[in-house]
């Protein structure tokens, strides 16, 4: 250990200590959670069990991969596309028809709220897609009919039809192809619901039960969920793929970090999320945790709220992006565990620029900029600060902290805006910001993950393109891309677009960061999913 890590070690240490102290002498909050099985320490509630709902990773992270399968699959190895649901696939050759032949002898979850009486089959793939797809669909609008993932990447307007060909064949036709259609079908919000189980709810007049009490045919199944607190799930014993994973999985919601990591000291968790910066080291220190680490599809950013004044001009922008020195901030806030951002997707991506221009530091220029604009000094604006840790800003509110230090110098004043995460994304989506710390951590390797959910018009009533901006030009650039398979082609159109965002910028991209995960050294199996949400079919405690 070098002396120059000394004493942060020791302070995050005693914080530890702290932590550890306070939690064994505090009475016993969960004494609900059980210690069989494999634990989690998560990092917050997830806002829906059906992850259509909700593109937050907690929400991917609760259910994603617990509960839900489908049709297809990534290899969390290298990226590629395998069966899941489906066993096998073909594509025309004008790329507008894909086929897919289904498993059979697939089995949903047996509950105490629901007993399936048949196996998946092509109903419960095309009620998963329409339910998302059509308006008139009886669940479309069931638990606020929002599905901020197929919104924001148009995909209604993409597929023509999903049709029933015999009970184990589904055929999709598209309006024009798509490159990324079937990287879509694998992301985690494309899971497989069942439909009898939702024709029962609707029955009984209670169907918003299908996104409270989910059933899937996923490697776990739902148990209970106690908000803040936990979730239960129990092993699926009729699972289709042959797994080791415990028979009983618990999600133990601790929404800070330290104390988080002061659970898997003392053994109450097995493993972790988002463990911060600033626990890293320790974690390395201690021979009974094993620390995982993996460069992340992500990026961390700050947006501007393009559709208000004095946010919808370009010169505006790009001065308040000059004002600030993203080197500080990378060294503050990442500590060496990420790389500068020049553009949306990180240099793991085939479309990556290396050349990519980028915007320095230089306050002189910004505030030059600002009196062109007319905006007068001690102008006031807001920066929201997401209120959780995630990979690519592990801490929104210091980022902002320092940030309105180096606005200052430039005559703007600055006030932070945070609120719960669910109160944080609502109003987000509504628009009541002016600019935020947010970042977006893609679903699979295709670089159309990045550029369509982040900044196309069609993202914006989803709330996933957090700058409001369209802008036709880049729209038509991004289209284009989808209408090749050739990657040396579509990389043009991505790079034209790189850009247009750096002319206009409608955001200032910030950082690529690490994903790190924290585990127990009696844990075997546990590994970082770069393509969506954790995995625990193959996790076990060493006997």
Wanted: proline share 6%; with cysteine; charged share 20%.
């Amino acid at each position: 250990m070098t002396l120059n890590k000394q004493p942060s070690l020791l302070k995050n240490t005693i914080l530890l200590s702290v932590s550890l102290m306070l939690m064994l002498g505090c009475s016993k909050q969960k004494t609900e959670i059980t210690r069989a099985g494999i634990t989690f320490c998560s990092e917050g509630s997830p806002a829906t069990f059906n992850p259509q709902l909700d593109t937050s990773s907690t929400t991917a992270d609760a259910s994603s991969h617990q509960v839900y399968d489908r049709l297809l699959e990534f290899n969390p190895e290298n990226g590629e596309i395998v069966p899941g649901l489906a066993s096998s696939w073909l594509v025309s050759d004008d790329g507008l028809t894909y086929t897919f032949q289904l498993r059979k002898g697939v089995s949903f979850h047996t509950t105490s709220y629901f007993a399936p009486k048949r196996n998946f089959n092509a109903d419960d793939v095309i009620f998963s897609i329409d339910r998302w797809r059509v308006a008139s669909h009886p669940f479309h609008d069931v638990s606020g009919g929002t599905y901020p993932y197929f919104q924001s990447l148009g995909l209604r307007g993409t597929i023509k039809d999903v049709a029933r060909i015999n009970g184990y064949r589904v055929e999709i036709s598209l309006y024009k192809p798509d490159s990324s259609f079937l990287a879509n079908l694998a992301t985690d919000f494309s899971v497989i619901l069942s439909a009898e189980y939702a024709m029962n709810l609707l029955k009984e007049g209670i169907p918003s039960n299908l996104d409270k009490y989910p059933i899937g045919t996923g490697p776990y199944k739902f148990i209970s969920y106690r908000k803040d607190q936990f979730i239960r799930y129990q092993r699926h014993q009729d699972y289709f793929l042959d797994t080791n994973g415990p028979k009983k999985l618990v999600f133990d919601i601790t929404p800070k970090s330290s104390l988080r990591v002061a659970k898997l000291i003392t053994g109450e968790c097995d493993a972790v999320a988002f463990p911060s910066q600033n626990d890293l080291e320790v974690i390395r220190e201690r021979e009974d945790l094993t620390l995982l680490e993996k460069p992340g599809l992500n990026v961390g950013f700050w947006a501007f709220n393009t559709s208000k004044p004095p946010f919808d001009n370009p010169k505006v922008r790009r001065a308040l992006a000059l004002a600030i020195d993203k080197t500080s901030l990378l060294e503050a806030i990442y500590l060496g565990q990420a790389t500068r951002a020049k553009s949306l997707v990180p240099s793991a991506s085939w479309a990556h620029q290396s050349n990519m221009q980028d915007i320095g530091y230089n306050p002189i220029t910004a505030r030059k900029l600002l009196d062109e604009a007319g905006i007068p000094y001690n102008f006031t604006m807001n920066i929201w600060a997401m209120p959780v840790q995630r990979a690519y800003n592990p801490n929104a509110m210091k980022m902002a902290q320092l940030m309105s230090s180096y606005l200052a110098d430039v005559g703007v004043t600055v006030n932070i805006v945070s609120y719960d995460w669910t109160r944080f994304r609502e109003n987000l989506t509504s628009g009541m910001h002016d600019s935020v710390l947010i970042g977006w951590s893609a679903d699979n390797g295709d670089p159309d993950n990045f550029y369509r959910p982040l900044l196309t018009c069609a993202a914006i009533p989803s709330g996933t393109n957090r700058a409001r901006w369209c802008n036709p030009e880049y729209d038509a650039l991004i289209e284009n891309a989808l209408k090749t398979d050739d990657s040396n082609e579509r990389r043009i159109f991505y790079h034209r677009a790189n850009q247009i965002i750096f002319r206009e910028t409608p955001l200032v991209p910030i950082a690529h960061a690490f994903h790190y995960q924290a585990v127990n050294n009696q844990i075997e199996g546990m590994t970082i999913n770069p393509f969506g949400g954790i995995r625990f079919d193959d996790v076990v405690r060493k006997p």
